[in-house]
């Protein structure tokens, strides 16, 4: 609804890029003050101009999410909040025998780490103050499952998922509700770079999809929103899978 947010203020991690954005765009459109945190601050331009064409509430940040001081600073420039979206992340196919270790720390740091440290620093005003909260975390359907070529993702998206429901049963009798989104591929610049880089890797990934497309960020942040929205109010520790079907088993019988 067009105010289900009004008055409440919302930090999304990588808010000004790909999904981060299309949630940002929803919580702005419905009345919150959003800060968007994510470390190259040319990502933050878009969202900037159409926020001010709009007269939307919007703070930008840059943020390194690795770095545990740096967030804690954040935290308590920003203020007590009532919505954080662990959305920052980092991620790119490759076998495991030729992951370095470098690219390892990297995306585990950004998924895994930063999940931790924000969730952390900002989940502990909510706490102080008494007042609830939600936390939503940004995982993927191989967070269960795993899948060659992202074993860094995979683990760390894994690690957010436990994470997840750890703070969902630590933190309720706070009144912080804790959930995370499992997308699967939709399409975004990113992603098409990374993870589809040619034509055969396209079709390849269309074909274990049996809605037969990709789906868009704005489908996949609707579903976001909802989990953060008064709609919700009594679910907590959830993973909701949005994935147009690609995590249902094959099967054995074809058409």
């Known amino acids: 609804m067009s105010g289900d947010f009004a008055g409440e203020v919302a930090v999304v991690t990588g808010g000004g890029t790909g999904l981060g954005l299309a949630i940002t765009r929803g919580l702005l459109a419905r009345g919150a003050r959003v800060v968007i945190a994510s470390r190259n601050a040319a990502h933050h331009e878009t969202i ?24 804690e600073r954040a935290a308590a420039e920003i203020g007590p909040v009532d919505v954080l979206v662990n959305n920052a992340a980092g991620n790119f196919v490759c076998p495991a025998e030729r992951l370095s270790a470098s690219a390892w720390r990297s995306v585990v740091s950004i998924a895994l780490d930063g999940t931790f440290f924000c969730s952390r620093y900002f989940g502990k005003p909510m ?4 007042r609830g909260g939600r936390i939503l975390n940004v995982i993927a359907t191989y967070a269960e499952t795993g899948m060659p070529g992202v074993v860094h993702s995979a683990s760390a998206k894994a690690g957010v998922l436990a994470m997840t429901k750890t703070l969902a049963a630590e933190w309720a009798r706070h009144g912080i509700r804790v959930n995370a989104i499992a997308p699967g591929p939709f399409e975004s610049e990113g992603a098409a770079a990374n993870l589809w880089p040619d034509d055969a890797a396209r079709e390849r990934l269309l074909g274990a999809i049996p809605l037969g497309r990709f789906g868009t960020a704005e489908e996949v942040a609707a579903h976001a929103l909802y989990l953060l929205s008064p709609a919700c109010t009594w679910v907590t520790g959830a993973t909701f899978t949005v994935d147009g079907g690609m995590s249902l088993p094959a099967g054995l019988w074809r058409e």
């Open 48 to 71: 900037r101009a159409e926020a001010a064409a709009k007269g939307w509430a919007l703070e930008t940040r840059v943020l390194d999410v690795r770095e545990p001081v740096a967030v």
């Open 127 to 130: 706490i102080a103050r008494g």
